[in-house]
């Protein structure tokens, strides 16, 4: 268990959906809000709200000082050396799209490699570059477990390979990718790494330093905070060579009739008026995750697994996806003879939310050959009771279909 109940901090989890109490297992699509989170963005817009960077008056100074205050909670949560290497963007996919559409020195050929089962945000931007830059897609094999084949991803490197792009964590399969490994590997070749952190940055400790990576893009919304604000981090040098691809406002230095100079990092990349409360919002969800201790959630949430798997598999015709071993804290899973969305229309009645699809990753559901899987996904708040829910709720749907073999 965590060391004190956070359940009270959660309004919207206190709530009843259909009648019984909710149980809310789709946090890998968005987390919840604590009222830290709430209030910090009420607050903000009841005393400091103003535009940033500009003003001289009280309020606009306010609100520079808590939007770039923001930004150094971002920088010490993910161990980056400085403020200035945190990109404030809309969430994981615009934080991809700024990789993808600023970098200026692709040159036919130049290969980027990926794996087959990224989420559409980490995929579709890489096929848009290539089709314009005449550049080259490769994808790691994987083992038949979705872990990737370390010997053969390595085969795939060569003087060619200009960027590796992978996630962290797979949003449908739960693995965690060795992406120490991977970096290491890729810089070898010269080759820069952008992670996707989407579903690792919320769950457990990611220090980029570490890591080595030359790119980590994350969500607000994943990790308590609220939509519309994520996070480019980069290495000085890989976001150097970065041109802006919006240009306007804030990002100006100075501007004649017919030409202009850019700011420094970070403000180059952030054209107009920033989501000033979501910044705000976002260093009010790490100061909370920080609080509870980012090695506590990892611990936490494996014990949830831990919990979980078994009920999941004792269940007749439940299959589940993805590692046997070690995984985040997510199952995706079919019930033998049963569409996913009906068995997810089914778990909504027993109040339990969970995600049925392809989970913005179809090739993922290709490479797993099937239309669609059923998916749960936890976060620190949810409870061994919750997951006694799911599997009671997952019986009265088999019952309900007739499916018991
Ligand atoms: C692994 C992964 N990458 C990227 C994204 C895209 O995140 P966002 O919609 O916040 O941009 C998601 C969202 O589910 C994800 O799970």
């Known amino acids: 268990m965590l060391p004190v109940d956070l359940r009270g901090d959660f309004p919207i989890l206190q709530q009843t959906v259909h009648g019984k109490p909710l149980v809310y297992l789709d946090n890998a699509a968005t987390t919840q809000k604590p009222v830290a989170v709430l209030e910090a963005i009420a607050g903000y817009y009841r005393r400091d709200n103003a535009n940033v960077h500009r003003a001289i008056h009280t309020l606009g100074e306010r ?72 550049l080259t897609l490769r994808f790691m094999p994987l083992l038949p477990d979705g872990h990737i084949d370390m010997e053969g991803y390595k085969k795939l490197l060569n003087d060619r390979t200009r960027l590796v792009a992978v996630t962290h964590v797979s949003n449908v399969l739960g693995t965690i990718n060795p992406v120490r490994d991977i970096v290491a590997a890729a810089h070898q070749v010269g080759a820069r790494v952008l992670i996707d952190g989407a579903q690792s940055v919320p769950h457990m400790p990611v220090r980029v330093e570490e890591l080595d990576c030359d790119y980590l893009a994350f969500s607000g919304h994943k990790m308590c905070g609220p ?36 700011k420094e990092l970070p403000w180059r990349l952030e054209a107009g008026t920033p989501h000033i409360a979501g910044a705000i919002g976002l260093g009010a969800a790490i100061d909370y995750l920080s609080r509870i201790g980012m090695a506590e959630i990892v611990r936490y949430e494996k014990e949830l697994v831990d919990y979980a798997r078994p009920r999941l598999q004792e269940l007749e015709g ?63 708040y949810n409870t061994f009771e919750e997951i006694d829910a799911l599997v009671a709720a997952l019986g009265k749907a088999r019952e309900f279909f007739g499916h018991v073999s």
């Open 63 to 134: 609100a520079t000082a808590r939007f770039e205050e923001a930004r150094h909670k971002v920088a010490a949560f993910i161990g980056a050396p400085s403020p200035a290497q945190c990109i404030f963007v809309k969430n994981t996919t615009e934080a991809i799209n700024l990789v993808a559409y600023s970098y200026k020195s692709w040159r036919t050929g130049d290969e980027i490699v990926l794996t087959p089962i990224e989420h559409h945000s980490n995929l579709v931007p890489w096929q848009q570059v290539a089709r314009r830059f005449g």
């Open 227 to 262: 939509t519309g604000i994520g996070v480019l981090y980069g290495k000085m040098e890989a976001l150097e060579e970065l041109e802006p691809f919006l240009f306007g406002g804030e990002m100006i230095a100075d501007v004649d009739l017919y030409s202009a100079r850019w």
């Open 318 to 380: 439940l299959e589940i996806y993805g590692p046997r071993g070690e995984r985040a804290g997510l199952f995706s899973f079919n019930l033998k003879g049963i569409h996913p969305h009906d068995v997810a229309t089914l778990l909504d009645q027993e109040g339990v939310a969970v995600r049925a699809g392809h989970h913005c990753a179809q090739p993922a559901a290709n490479w797993l050959q099937v239309p669609a899987t059923v998916r749960a996904s936890f976060y620190f």
